[in-house]
């Protein structure tokens, strides 16, 4: 089999990323189900509002969290196949030649359903880790019956067993996809997206080129650097206001889902288009070319997709933020009104600046550690 | 002129440890076309990375014009990279997502040369300019790596089995070419071949054995590329 567990170990992006989307989706699901079997014990009209807001909050969550956090592992887990079969496409190409069908060697992708496996079942756990104090807090004024945390066989069935079974299916439908092609071109190393003859462009010079010429390469990758500069961007800003809408228990959990997937996806972009140009790194360094001229071409391509990723997560936080306050939780007693908070939106430009800028220069001064040799002697 | 002085360099660590360079000296003249001739595991390939900067020596020296390389630090050393030298290699190491044309001004930009369509004219491959590395025979993408190399203008050029991966008819068109660009416009070539055929092409050849310079020998009698046997 071309595919090892081992390999799987690699995918720990989406274990990171699965682990916080059921964390976060079991965490309010499970208190939603505890929270409708209390629903015959509520006798006033203000416990009824709350009680509402409390499951309409439990749906936007999951359904907003869970269902973008789910939508990126899919992307990433589209990356992985593609990014492990255009790597070991020679291998493949030879089990191919030798008689191998698609099927057999794409039954072999069905393995990376297990990081998605161990995602969700550390997810899992976590939350119950969470639960008693979340629940607790929930309910801090009193409003509802006291509610006992009680475990659910179901949620473990949706958000453990069904999300591993259904990344494997899609793991071998999707490298079945990617597998049907002619076996000379796996063999050859030959990648079916070709680069585009662009006449207009042909003015530019060699490293701006170079700099189009990656990003039209790996698109993926232009996604993941924004998405992680819209989890940075959108969970400090929504975090900095948790104390006063939910609480600090709320606000340190967004705040570090936040920076865990930001510098979670952050390091497999930077990486992958790193490893996937070291070839290209050690010729332009063989021909002259700086550690500075190296970085412009293979990183500051991505620079705009971080920062409008950026701008996307201020204006997501605000919307939500705002849609929870004016609509879901309109007819609560003494929630606080929402307005855009202009001073944390600067200080969290600041610090993405300082990070995004320090992490793309410490990556392009490593681009200096590339041996030259390896070139030479492959 | 670079002289080259008591080269030494080991790989490997503990009883693996050995000699790959082992007090190598002589000194090659501007503009000469040197051919360094051994067997596989000889030393020649080592020789030729420390010569070119590509890795540094165990001990010795290695001078360009009285410049030291071991002196140089990492910058300084990009720079005489970027002003002096440039590489052809057997897999032609080409930029798979740029074109003929995008990859002839990697080496073109760096030395401000506009006019680097006459080196894509000079290889033949005007017509193919628009054309990716995948779209190319082998012999088609070597002939890319020279225009490369020489739209930079290098004082020193350097090539490391350049036809081991070409047939014999693609192989002898691409070192003629080579052969004749040295000529008129002068520089340096110091080429590494297991091929004692193509030896026969260059001004001096320098044997090596066992990380050891066995023979330096002035080719009295060159020939061209469709002269010597392959």
Same mark, same amino acid.
Request: with cysteine.
């Given at each position: 089999?071309?595919?090892?567990?081992?390999?799987?170990?690699?995918?720990?992006?989406?274990?990171?990323?699965?682990?916080?989307?059921?964390?976060?989706?079991?965490?309010?699901?499970?208190?939603?189900?505890?929270?409708?079997?209390?629903?015959?014990?509520?006798?006033?009209?203000?416990?009824?509002?709350?009680?509402?807001?409390?499951?309409?909050?439990?749906?936007?969550?999951?359904?907003?969290?869970?269902?973008?956090?789910?939508?990126?592992?899919?992307?990433?887990l589209?990356?992985?196949?593609?990014?492990?079969?255009?790597?070991?496409?020679?291998?493949?190409?030879?089990?191919?030649?030798?008689?191998y069908?698609?099927?057999?060697?794409?039954?072999?992708?069905?393995?990376?359903?297990?990081?998605v496996?161990?995602?969700?079942?550390?997810?899992?756990?976590?939350?119950?880790?969470?639960?008693?104090?979340?629940?607790?807090?929930?309910?801090?004024?009193?409003?509802?019956?006291?509610?006992?945390?009680?475990?659910?066989w179901? !949620?473990?069935?949706?958000?453990?067993? /069904?999300?591993?079974l259904?990344?494997?299916?899609?793991?071998?439908? %999707?490298? $079945? #996809? +990617?597998?049907?092609?002619?076996?000379?071109?796996?063999?050859?190393?030959?990648?079916?997206?070709?680069?585009?003859?662009?006449?207009s462009?042909?003015?530019?010079?060699?490293?701006?080129?170079?700099?189009s010429?990656?990003?039209?390469?790996?698109?993926?990758?232009?996604?993941?650097?924004?998405?992680?500069?819209f989890?940075?961007?959108?969970?400090?800003?929504?975090?900095?206001?948790?104390?006063?809408?939910?609480?600090?228990?709320?606000?340190?959990?967004?705040?570090?889902?936040?920076?865990?997937?930001?510098?979670?996806?952050?390091?497999?972009?930077?990486?992958?288009?790193?490893?996937?140009?070291?070839?290209?790194?050690?010729?332009?360094?063989?021909?002259?070319?700086?550690?500075?001229?190296?970085?412009?071409?293979? !990183?500051?391509?991505?620079?705009?997709? /971080?920062?409008?990723?950026?701008?996307?997560?201020?204006?997501?936080? %605000?919307? $939500? #933020? +705002?849609?929870?306050?004016?609509?879901?939780?309109?007819?609560?007693?003494?929630?606080?009104?929402?307005?855009?908070?202009?001073?944390?939106?600067?200080?969290?430009?600041?610090?993405?600046?300082?990070?995004?800028e320090?992490i793309?220069?410490?990556?392009?001064?490593?681009?200096?550690?590339?041996?030259?040799?390896?070139?030479?002697?492959? | 002129?670079?002289?080259?002085?008591?080269?030494?360099?080991?790989?490997?660590?503990?009883?693996?440890?050995?000699?790959?360079?082992?007090?190598?000296?002589?000194?090659?003249?501007?503009?000469?076309?040197?051919v360094?001739?051994?067997a596989?595991?000889?030393?020649?390939?080592?020789?030729?990375?420390?010569?070119?900067?590509?890795?540094?020596?165990?001990?010795?020296?290695?001078?360009?014009?009285?410049?030291?390389?071991?002196?140089?630090?990492?910058?300084?050393?990009?720079?005489?990279?970027?002003?002096?030298?440039?590489?052809?290699?057997?897999?032609?190491?080409?930029?798979?997502?740029?074109?003929?044309?995008?990859?002839?001004?990697?080496?073109?930009?760096?030395?401000?040369?506009?006019?680097?369509?006459?080196?894509?004219?000079?290889?033949?491959?005007?017509?193919?300019?628009k054309?990716?590395?995948?779209?190319?025979?082998?012999?088609?993408?070597?002939?890319?790596?020279?225009?490369?190399?020489?739209?930079?203008?290098?004082?020193?050029l350097?090539?490391?089995?350049?036809?081991?991966?070409?047939?014999?008819?693609?192989?002898?068109?691409?070192l003629?070419?080579?052969?004749?660009?040295q000529?008129?416009?002068?520089?340096?070539?110091?080429?590494?071949?297991?091929?004692?055929?193509?030896?026969?092409?260059?001004?001096?050849?320098?044997?090596?054995?066992?990380?050891?310079?066995?023979?330096?020998?002035?080719?009295?009698?060159?020939?061209?590329?469709?002269?010597?046997?392959?």
């Amino acid at each position: 089999m071309i595919v090892s567990i081992k390999d799987s170990v690699k995918l720990f992006g989406i274990s990171i990323m699965t682990c916080c989307a059921v964390t976060v989706c079991n965490l309010f699901l499970n208190y939603y189900i505890d929270l409708k079997s209390i629903a015959d014990l509520i006798d006033n009209q203000y416990a009824q509002a709350f009680y509402d807001a409390q499951i309409m909050t439990a749906k936007v969550v999951c359904a907003v969290s869970g269902g973008c956090l789910a939508a990126t592992t899919v992307v990433m887990l589209f990356f992985y196949i593609k990014h492990y079969i255009d790597s070991h496409s020679r291998q493949i190409g030879i089990l191919k030649a030798l008689g191998y069908s698609d099927f057999k060697i794409a039954k072999g992708f069905s393995v990376f359903g297990l990081s998605v496996l161990v995602g969700c079942l550390i997810g899992y756990l976590l939350s119950f880790l969470l639960m008693p104090q979340f629940y607790e807090l929930q309910n801090e004024d009193g409003y509802l019956p006291e509610l006992s945390v009680h475990q659910h066989w179901i !949620l473990f069935v949706l958000l453990v067993v /069904a999300p591993t079974l259904l990344f494997a299916l899609i793991a071998v439908c %999707y490298s $079945l #996809l +990617k597998l049907n092609q002619p076996c000379v071109n796996l063999l050859k190393g030959i990648v079916k997206s070709k680069g585009k003859n662009r006449n207009s462009k042909d003015k530019k010079n060699f490293v701006a080129e170079m700099r189009s010429s990656v990003l039209r390469s790996r698109k993926t990758l232009v996604f993941f650097i924004a998405f992680s500069s819209f989890c940075f961007s959108a969970m400090i800003q929504m975090s900095s206001s948790m104390d006063e809408l939910a609480s600090e228990m709320m606000g340190l959990m967004i705040l570090i889902i936040g920076i865990v997937l930001a510098f979670t996806t952050l390091y497999i972009a930077v990486t992958t288009v790193i490893r996937s140009n070291q070839k290209n790194i050690a010729m332009m360094r063989v021909f002259g070319y700086d550690s500075s001229d190296c970085k412009h071409s293979v !990183l500051d391509g991505y620079r705009p997709a /971080a920062y409008i990723g950026f701008v996307i997560g201020s204006v997501y936080q %605000y919307l $939500l #933020l +705002k849609i929870m306050v004016d609509i879901v939780f309109a007819g609560i007693e003494g929630v606080p009104n929402y307005e855009f908070d202009f001073p944390i939106f600067f200080i969290t430009l600041g610090i993405f600046i300082v990070v995004y800028e320090g992490i793309m220069f410490a990556y392009g001064r490593s681009m200096k550690q590339i041996p030259l040799k390896q070139i030479m002697s492959e | 002129m670079i002289e080259i002085n008591d080269l030494t360099k080991f790989y490997g660590k503990g009883e693996s440890r050995f000699k790959a360079l082992d007090g190598v000296s002589v000194s090659i003249n501007d503009g000469e076309f040197i051919v360094i001739l051994g067997a596989s595991g000889s030393g020649k390939s080592t020789f030729l990375n420390v010569i070119s900067g590509l890795e540094t020596a165990d001990g010795g020296t290695v001078a360009y014009d009285g410049q030291q390389l071991d002196k140089m630090s990492e910058k300084e050393l990009t720079k005489f990279r970027r002003e002096n030298t440039a590489y052809i290699f057997q897999q032609y190491y080409l930029l798979p997502h740029l074109n003929v044309e995008k990859n002839v001004r990697m080496g073109a930009d760096l030395n401000n040369n506009k006019d680097y369509l006459k080196f894509i004219e000079a290889v033949g491959l005007s017509e193919k300019r628009k054309k990716f590395p995948s779209e190319l025979s082998g012999g088609e993408q070597q002939r890319v790596a020279i225009a490369r190399a020489l739209a930079k203008n290098p004082k020193v050029l350097f090539l490391d089995e350049p036809t081991g991966a070409l047939d014999e008819t693609t192989g002898r068109l691409v070192l003629d070419y080579i052969i004749k660009l040295q000529k008129e416009q002068c520089f340096t070539m110091i080429m590494v071949t297991h091929n004692a055929n193509i030896a026969e092409t260059a001004d001096k050849i320098i044997r090596m054995n066992s990380g050891k310079i066995v023979s330096v020998t002035e080719n009295t009698n060159k020939k061209t590329a469709y002269e010597i046997g392959w």
